[in-house]
């Protein structure tokens, strides 16, 4: 079910502070020899060497359950007809259980939706220790004895200065004992830093401390000759996105954030737990960052000989709040015992493909057809019926004036790092404002996705219809995985798969049964659902035998996914509750700091709490929506969330 977010901002927390993460894959490695003929010279192309490569690069963006935020849903209150994707437009169309569905409200509050993240071992992440291990050599010196709070700030801001020649300057006194503990720290937290003593026109000493300088030679490094290469620890982030989080402790730790690697990408507007790996940055460097940061807590951190790769987890855990919950008991134990043993169907959730009217599937199609001008035009042009105006104005500008510079100086500040942004930035620095060239300014996942989401879309339809026509039923010719555990997703490989026939029918059922995401390196099943791929697609102009694009970038080499899915360690239970700002739940940061749920009296409303473990790829959103039985999509989210002066 797609999230309902409010407006509520964590003052410290800033969406713009890192640029989007880009990342590396191997899709498409072979080129075709295509109709459309484009150099190609990628300038987004940034990867970290340390991020592991996949064959589906976004399914790091498909784990966020995003939705519209509070604010949102009473602009589209205003707005005379709701217009946005539904999930018919998608094609979820079907369910499996036979329960009645019931009314229940998620995410009204962040911390209604905690995540942690499950290791490919199956244990379930958890920030359970808030220390860190001395760093070898040097002896450490507490920074609170040597800096004042004032001080540490001020360093903390001139670290995220662009200003090289800021500087901030350090009272100390005659005692060089003291200056050499604050030098001592300077290089111990600010290695990036440099502190020179001197004095001021009265005779006073003071440190300064500035940036060093470009090409000035820098210290040796101290990484202590045995220790493994990376730092692992266990990242808790609260209402914040994973990418601004990172690049918010990078621009602390004064480094790039692709020095970060993580098995995958977590929900914003909820409470996440997972693992996070940084090449050669002490321990003690990360956690004294507890000190300073809000929303944001490191620990559990230890030294491992490799970094994480994306998809390297076997899936997450959430704990779950549905508010204003309208439903009986019995009719909880009726959704949550056939939710625990029949499942729900795999579809792909609605925030796979936006939500404005215009899908990022169609943009996808424009991509794979060559047909750049139109993808540009696709994602610059106007939202009909938009959650938020604003965003209008300076898209309704671009249509009128198609001037990339004077629309940008009309974007609007939290869009500096969007598609958008580098879209138009492309427009104006290639020449004639090439639109394949403009295009390469997206970094390469995002591009990705939007031919993903395609591939998405296609699945989507063939699955709805392959259960109106054959039911929850194996039938010949479908598809079953060989050589693999059957309860788990697929990694970044394309897994083995093999037909079924009359010999071996009854060695399956229906949850072994993987549908194809249309690609080159795919074969698709022999039944007639195999034919619909191909009408299916060739209703959009593209040919299933050609998905091997010339422009390596837009290739699709295809995957395999299970159309049903059972969750594991399932629970339940009825909440009363009185008012809709108190926690129901408890996060792993209330454990360490031992603070309970708070009680309620005079308790009139009734919410759901749930806690359900799901593997990897697959969406929290459809699962819920099986249970409650109510379309996810944004637009009609924002018609349920009613709650009077609700601003949380």
Request: hydrophobic share 35%; proline share 4%; charged share 30%.
């Amino acid at each position: 079910m797609a999230s309902v977010e409010s407006n509520l901002k964590r003052d410290a927390l800033d969406d713009d502070t890192a640029p989007a993460k880009r990342i590396k894959s191997d899709e498409g490695d072979d080129q075709m020899k295509a109709t459309c003929s484009t150099s190609v010279q990628d300038p987004a192309k940034d990867p970290h060497p340390n991020s592991g490569e996949s064959n589906n690069d976004d399914k790091k963006m498909e784990e966020n359950e995003g939705g519209i935020s509070m604010e949102d849903a009473e602009r589209m209150d205003d707005t005379p007809e709701l217009v946005g994707l539904k999930e018919k437009d998608v094609g979820i169309l079907e369910y499996i259980s036979k329960h009645e569905g019931f009314h229940g409200v998620l995410k009204q509050r962040y911390r209604d939706f905690l995540v942690n993240e499950i290791d490919e071992a199956g244990n379930i992440i958890r920030l359970t220790d808030l220390s860190y291990p001395a760093p070898e050599g040097e002896k450490p010196l507490d920074v609170n004895s040597v800096l004042s709070k004032e001080d540490q700030e001020q360093l903390a801001q001139l670290l995220q200065a662009d200003d090289m020649e800021a500087s901030h300057l350090i009272q100390v006194g005659d005692d060089k004992e003291e200056r050499t503990k604050v030098h001592q720290v300077i290089r111990q937290l600010y290695p990036s830093m440099e502190s020179t003593t001197s004095d001021t026109a009265d005779g006073k000493k003071v440190i300064k401390v500035m940036k060093a300088k470009p090409g000035v030679k820098r210290r040796k490094s101290r990484w202590p000759k045995g220790r493994p290469d990376f730092c692992k620890f266990v990242l808790y982030k609260e209402n914040m996105d994973l990418n601004d989080a990172l690049g918010l402790v990078a621009r602390y730790l004064h480094i790039r954030p692709h020095n970060f690697a993580m098995a995958g990408n977590k929900d914003k507007r909820a409470v996440t737990v997972q693992e996070i790996t940084s090449y050669r940055i002490d321990a003690a460097r990360i956690g004294r960052l507890n000190d300073v940061l809000r929303g944001i807590r490191m620990g559990n951190f230890r030294y491992v000989k490799k970094a994480l790769n994306l998809g390297e987890l076997s899936g997450n855990h959430f704990v779950i709040v549905l508010r204003n919950a309208q439903c009986s008991e019995q009719q909880l134990t009726e959704a949550m015992t056939s939710f625990k043993d029949v499942g729900f169907i795999n579809y792909f959730g609605m925030q796979r493909f936006g939500n404005s009217s215009i899908a990022t599937y169609m943009v996808g199609i424009a991509l794979l057809k060559c047909k750049w001008s139109e993808a540009v035009e696709l994602i610059l042009k106007p939202r009909e019926g938009g959650s938020n105006k604003e965003d209008n104005k300076w898209r309704e500008h671009w249509m009128k004036t198609k001037n990339a510079q004077s629309t940008l100086d009309k974007m609007p500040r939290h869009k500096r790092t969007s598609a958008e942004n580098q879209l138009l930035t492309g427009l104006m620095k290639v020449q004639k404002a090439d639109p394949f060239q403009a295009l390469l300014f997206i970094p390469r996942h995002v591009r990705l996705i939007y031919i993903h989401s395609f591939q998405s879309y296609i699945w989507n339809l063939v699955l709805s219809r392959r259960i109106q026509k054959y039911g929850l039923q194996p039938i010949i010719g479908d598809l079953v995985p060989t050589d693999n555990d059957p309860s788990e997703q697929q990694g970044s490989g394309v897994i083995k798969t093999a037909y079924i026939t009359e010999e071996n029918k009854s060695e399956y059922s229906i949850y072994d049964v993987v549908l194809p995401l249309p690609g080159f390196g795919i074969k698709y099943p022999t039944n007639e659902v195999g034919e619909w791929y191909k009408s299916m697609m060739a209703e959009h102009g593209i040919d299933s035998d050609k998905l091997k694009h010339h422009v390596k970038d837009y290739s699709l080499l295809g995957d395999y996914r299970k159309i049903l899915v059972k969750p594991k360690n399932v629970a339940w239970s009825i909440q009363k509750y009185s008012n809709y700002k108190l926690h129901l739940t408890q996060t792993d940061l209330d454990k360490l700091e031992g603070t309970e749920v708070p009680e309620q009296t005079d308790c009139t409303e009734q919410a759901v709490k749930m806690e359900f473990s799901l593997p990897s790829s697959t969406y929290a959103t459809m699962a819920i929506r099986e249970i409650l039985k109510i379309d996810t999509s944004s637009v009609h989210q924002a018609t349920l969330n009613k709650t009077p002066g609700n601003k949380t």
